[in-house]
């Protein structure tokens, strides 16, 4: 863990690390270079079989350019090795100041485009129905109460997704790896994906699979998490390239 105490937590104003340049500025000081990359290789000598890396990040603030240098950092230092980057923003308030509105929207586009360049795949989450300067109501998820001023909540949905999304190549049974998670969906150099989540998926303690999914031979029962607007992934075709994770599923049901 590397804490960055240069710049004050929240929405405190000049001493908030909120610009891209700054995130940038300061993976680039050779005193937090040093630091990061000392770190960075006593972690993967210590790995039995590196996959790859996962980048977090927000990318409405200064952490999108300080995630940019990392992705291009682990690119450098681990070339072959996938990585995969996603993209967080918090529900945004609706009393918001609409200049800063301006700033964030930069960050988001400059930490989207950049992110996806240096990594294999680019995935934005957030709970809200759009990253523009008007993003509308958030994301409604049916079977889930959560209140969209608190982060705690928002938080554990977008982390529930990811922790479910990544067990596709984090589980000893599956021999699919994240690189060729990557090759799989990155077809012909589209490295900017989507998420959607089904929290929890809809199946009853006595309904079998098959008939839990009848109802949604149409339009699959998942809530896009990656600001596409609300529309369906399957919808109109728009989806060439999928991965679909399933987890706490006991095997009886899987038969009617």
Request: charged content about 15%.
């Given at each position: 863990m590397y804490i960055v105490n240069r710049f004050s937590h929240g929405d405190s104003g000049a001493d908030g690390l909120e610009g891209f340049g700054q995130g940038e500025a300061l993976l680039g000081e050779p005193h937090c270079l040093d630091e990061i990359e000392d770190r960075l290789h006593f972690f993967t000598e210590e790995c039995d079989y590196l996959q790859g890396f996962h980048i977090l990040c927000d990318i409405h603030n200064g952490f999108s350019g300080l995630g940019t240098k990392m992705a291009e950092l682990l690119h450098d230092e681990h070339p072959g090795r996938g990585i995969i980057s996603w993209g967080?923003?918090?529900?945004?308030?609706?009393?918001?100041?609409?200049?800063?509105d301006v700033y964030q929207l930069l960050?988001?586009?400059?930490?989207?485009?950049?992110?996806?360049?240096?990594?294999?795949?680019?995935?934005?989450?957030?709970?809200?129905?759009?990253?523009?300067?008007?993003?509308?109501p958030p994301v409604a998820l049916p079977n889930v109460l959560y209140n969209t001023e608190w982060q705690y909540h928002s938080s554990a949905v977008l982390a529930v997704t990811v922790d479910t999304l990544t067990a596709a190549y984090r589980t000893s049974s599956c021999r699919l790896s994240m690189t060729q998670l990557a090759e799989t969906l990155n077809f012909c150099g589209r490295k900017v994906t989507t998420a959607a989540s089904s929290l929890p998926f809809p199946v009853g303690p006595s309904t079998s699979l098959p008939d839990s999914l009848f109802p949604y031979l149409r339009f699959p029962p998942w809530i896009p998490l990656s600001a596409s607007g609300g529309q369906h992934l399957s919808e109109g075709g728009r989806s060439f390239s999928q991965l679909a994770v399933m987890r706490g599923v006991s095997v009886d049901p899987h038969i009617r």
């Amino acid at each position: 863990m590397y804490i960055v105490n240069r710049f004050s937590h929240g929405d405190s104003g000049a001493d908030g690390l909120e610009g891209f340049g700054q995130g940038e500025a300061l993976l680039g000081e050779p005193h937090c270079l040093d630091e990061i990359e000392d770190r960075l290789h006593f972690f993967t000598e210590e790995c039995d079989y590196l996959q790859g890396f996962h980048i977090l990040c927000d990318i409405h603030n200064g952490f999108s350019g300080l995630g940019t240098k990392m992705a291009e950092l682990l690119h450098d230092e681990h070339p072959g090795r996938g990585i995969i980057s996603w993209g967080t923003c918090p529900v945004l308030s609706p009393y918001r100041d609409r200049q800063k509105d301006v700033y964030q929207l930069l960050n988001c586009i400059m930490g989207i485009v950049r992110l996806s360049s240096h990594s294999s795949l680019f995935c934005p989450l957030t709970l809200n129905s759009s990253l523009g300067l008007r993003p509308g109501p958030p994301v409604a998820l049916p079977n889930v109460l959560y209140n969209t001023e608190w982060q705690y909540h928002s938080s554990a949905v977008l982390a529930v997704t990811v922790d479910t999304l990544t067990a596709a190549y984090r589980t000893s049974s599956c021999r699919l790896s994240m690189t060729q998670l990557a090759e799989t969906l990155n077809f012909c150099g589209r490295k900017v994906t989507t998420a959607a989540s089904s929290l929890p998926f809809p199946v009853g303690p006595s309904t079998s699979l098959p008939d839990s999914l009848f109802p949604y031979l149409r339009f699959p029962p998942w809530i896009p998490l990656s600001a596409s607007g609300g529309q369906h992934l399957s919808e109109g075709g728009r989806s060439f390239s999928q991965l679909a994770v399933m987890r706490g599923v006991s095997v009886d049901p899987h038969i009617r």
